[in-house]
């Protein structure tokens, strides 16, 4: 069972085009949870996302940023007219249900995002 | 004050010895505590999750949380090189998780061979 798969591991943009992160969930699992990592500091939530729904994402900012979680296909994280304060690391979870915090939750690897 | 404070280190310990890492807390409402580990470049991974106060052991790993003070510890015994890694504090107010979870910035821990 392959776990939480990221692409693309790294991704460079200029300012002002777009970044399309994707994250495919665990076989089975139909949760999943989007954060970012600055450089120094801790993972915060974005976003969390069910199939075809978006459940909370009080942690997005307002502008240039959405998620999707479509009936087919990965979770895409995207964010328009990137700035240079947008590079991070941005982890995705997925788990099998609500529950993110039983131990059959799990992040992937990460996309590490650098605007230039 | 931020809602979780976790001190960055590096935290640099011999082998074999016990690791004693820590996080507080402002938030009253946090009633699950999770501890992850997170190599370079790697996903976090999860090592403890416990609810309300008390102890928690896991092999060589026990994770502590005093609700009254706000406080959670993670204590590692015969530390090993492998263990030297970023570990990552994390709480959460619903069982469910759907509020996300609030993470420390991580503890840099180096065990020296």
């Known amino acids: 069972n392959a776990g939480v798969m990221q692409n693309p591991r790294h991704l460079v943009r200029r300012r002002g085009q777009e970044a399309r992160l994707r994250c495919s969930p665990m076989?089975?699992?139909?949760?999943v949870y989007w954060y970012r990592q600055l450089p120094e500091e801790g993972l915060k939530f974005m976003v969390y996302?069910?199939?075809?729904?978006?459940?909370?994402e009080s942690g997005m900012p307002k502008e240039r940023f959405s998620a999707e979680f479509p009936k087919e296909g990965p979770s895409i994280l995207r964010i328009q007219q990137v700035v240079r304060g947008d590079s991070a690391a941005y982890f995705c979870?997925?788990?099998?249900?609500?529950?993110?915090?039983?131990?059959?939750?799990?992040f992937g690897q990460g996309t590490r995002l650098t605007v230039v | 004050q931020k809602e979780v404070e976790q001190d960055p280190g590096p935290l640099s310990v011999p082998e074999g010895a016990i690791v004693s890492l820590n996080c507080t807390y402002s938030n009253s409402a946090f009633q699950y505590f999770m501890w992850y580990r997170q190599y370079s470049r790697k996903g976090p991974e999860l090592l403890m999750y416990?609810?309300?106060?008390g102890n928690k052991e896991d092999g060589r790993f026990t994770a502590q949380v005093d609700k009254s003070s706000k406080y959670i510890s993670l204590f590692i015994r015969d530390s090993q090189p492998s263990d030297s890694a970023t570990y990552l504090c994390a709480m959460s107010a619903r069982e469910g998780g759907a509020d996300g979870l609030t993470f420390g910035k991580g503890t840099h821990l180096i065990i020296q061979p």
């Open positions: 416990t609810y309300s106060s």
């Open positions: 076989k089975g699992h139909s949760h």
């Open positions: 996302l069910q199939k075809e729904n978006i459940i909370d």
């Open positions: 979870a997925s788990s099998p249900d609500q529950g993110f915090l039983n131990t059959e939750a799990f």
